[in-house]
C-alpha cells in the first residue's frame, strides 16, 4: 500500500539523521523504525503480561493482604 508522509522540517531532519545512521534511504529508515517501535510496544506488552502473571501468583497472598488492609 503507497502512502504519502508529510513531515515538518524538524521530523525530516530526524529521518535524515536516521537514514544516514543506518546508510539507507529515507523510506527504509522510517520502515526501520515502524518495525522497531512494533517490537518495543511487544515486547512492554509482553513484560506487563509476566508482571501481571507474577503478583497473581507467587505475590497473591501479599496482594490479598494489602487489600484487606
Avoid: F, P, W, Y
Avoid at 545512521?21 to 526501520?32: D, E, G, I, Y
Avoid at 522497531?36 to 515486547?43: H, I, L, N
Wanted: proline share 0%; glycine share 2%; with cysteine.
Amino acid at each position: 500500500m503507497a502512502m504519502t508522509l508529510r513531515l515538518d522540517s524538524a521530523h525530516d531532519e530526524m529521518v535524515t539523521r536516521l537514514s544516514d545512521h543506518m546508510k539507507c534511504s529515507k523510506n527504509q529508515a522510517v520502515l526501520n523504525a515502524i518495525e522497531m517501535a512494533d517490537q518495543r510496544v511487544g515486547q512492554t506488552e509482553k513484560a506487563l503480561a509476566r508482571v501481571q502473571e507474577i503478583i497473581s501468583t507467587r505475590d497473591k497472598e501479599l496482594m490479598d493482604r494489602l487489600a484487606d488492609a
